[in-house]
């Protein structure tokens, strides 16, 4: 059944995904020419009794109201409860929840003390964490830039999306949307055989919840409840674990210091 959810996703891209990422690219993407269409689902460009998606799970943060992140891009901090996307009643309520509900199902049965998680079982955790990765970038597109702890804000920018406003893209407006179109395609591709290493599963000793993501890049993300973390490189292949591991220690302890809160 999950495998029928995740065919269906593709086929909505495939014939819908460009009419998507046009109607994002009229509406968010140059300030000052914003067409001000409706919304349409992030999924299959339908127009009608539109649902708000959760980005992440809210069985990811637990529940938690009051849980939120903080967006390096200007300090501020967004509640995960309130990260959301449009989406229609079907592809939010059916196709993603059965998804999301067997990921939940699949971490909640799985031990990680005795046992591993099987072959397919990865890939569609992957094929889950790209879906995560691309509802970021259409997040980002309809957030703007708003004035966070820097004094050196500079209004000019208030309209300017959020996903443009990336150093690591140069704030390229056309990098932003290629990274858009590039997410998009992973979930389109099948095949996900040449990125089962990118994956790597850990045992956690954290007691609370933590979550990092640079679009295009990668996402890592505790779940404390199943005493268990997991880091994803959402472009780079690796030749085995070893390798894919221990380029997520080096970002881990370089750029967030929790490596000792992780079993590595």
Known sequence: MTDDCFKLLRKHFKLNGKAIIDHIKRNHFEPGNF???NDICS??????????????????YQNDPSRNFET?????????????IPACPTCNNETLSKIEKNILELFQTTDLDNEYYEYEQSLNIIRWLEII?????????????LRGKSEEFNPIFKEVPMSVMR??????????LSQLRNSQARIKKSAKDSKYYSLVFWKSKNKDDFFF????EYIYIEF??????????????????????????????SQYGRTDKVNL
Request: some cysteine; aromatic content about 16%.
């Open 213 to 216: 993501h640079t679009m295009d």
């Open 43 to 60: 999924f299959c460009g339908e127009d009608s009794k539109l649902t708000k998606e959760h980005v992440l799970p809210k069985w990811c």
């Open 133 to 145: 990765d691309y509802k970021f970038h259409v997040l980002n597109f309809r957030r703007k830039y």
């Open 224 to 253: 404390p409840e199943f005493k268990m973390a997991m880091f994803y490189f959402f472009k780079k292949e690796f030749e085995n674990n070893y390798e894919a591991e221990k380029e997520a220690k080096q970002i881990i302890h």
């Open 72 to 84: 390096l891009i200007n300090g501020t901090k967004q509640l995960f409860m309130k990260t959301v």
């Open 35 to 37: 067409a001000g269409e």
């Open 167 to 176: 150093l690591n893209i140069d704030l390229s407006p056309y990098k932003a």
